[in-house]
């Protein structure tokens, strides 16, 4: 009734702190039981691997998101930060920018992922963001036609942002 615990030879071993795995799957304890509450990036080892593992109510989730430690935000990929990975990644909170494995929220402008180029500031993408935007994609600089956050590389026409009229070809601003 007191919670799970970490039994040795019969007895709870109080001093243990790590992880440990059952047939529910990888636990985060401190003193001997399981944190349910402890929702982090844990530095440890998990299936005989050192790593940050992301520990959600007590578990590690073996899944891709953006978590966060008292250190920053973090890119997981299957459950641990992902040290070496830069681009964008995705929580709950939107899409983020990363540089090798950690969020940078002083990050202004264009990123690329698989679903094409995006505009960021403060770090993530702005998805309600839709403008005119001077900036660099591919080597190139230009003003840029940004709708939803994304540049519209395959946009060409007219556009009116913010009362002026823009003629845009291939997302470029002509």
Same mark, same amino acid.
Do not use: P
């Given at each position: 009734s007191s919670g799970w615990w970490r039994i040795?030879?019969?007895?709870?071993?109080?001093?243990y702190q790590g992880f440990v795995e059952n047939e529910e799957g990888w636990w985060y304890l401190e003193g001997g039981h399981i944190l349910f509450d402890r929702t982090e990036v844990i530095e440890g080892k998990v299936e005989g691997e050192e790593g940050w593992w992301n520990v959600?109510?007590?578990?590690? /989730?073996?899944?891709?998101?953006?978590?966060?430690? /008292? &250190?920053?935000w #973090?890119?997981?990929?299957?459950?641990k930060v992902d040290f070496g990975y830069t681009g964008l990644a995705a929580n709950s909170s939107g899409w983020w920018r990363i540089?090798?494995?950690?969020?940078?929220?002083?990050?202004?402008?264009?990123a690329e992922n698989e679903h094409g #180029?995006?505009?960021?500031?403060?770090?993530?993408?702005l998805f309600d963001k839709?403008?005119?935007?001077?900036?660099?994609?591919?080597?190139?600089?230009?003003? #840029?036609y940004v709708k939803g956050g994304n540049v519209q590389l395959t946009y060409t026409?007219?556009?009116?942002?913010?009362? &002026?009229?823009y003629h845009i070809k291939n997302g470029i601003v002509e």
């Open positions: 040795e030879d019969g007895h709870v071993n109080f001093d959600v109510g007590g578990v590690v /989730e073996f899944t891709d998101t953006v978590a966060q430690n /008292e &250190s920053g #973090w890119c997981i990929r299957g459950g540089e090798d494995g950690h969020v940078n929220f002083d990050y202004q402008g264009f #180029w995006w505009y960021l500031e403060g770090g993530h993408v839709t403008d005119i935007i001077q900036g660099i994609i591919d080597g190139k600089e230009h003003q #840029w026409g007219t556009v009116m942002i913010h009362g &002026s009229l």
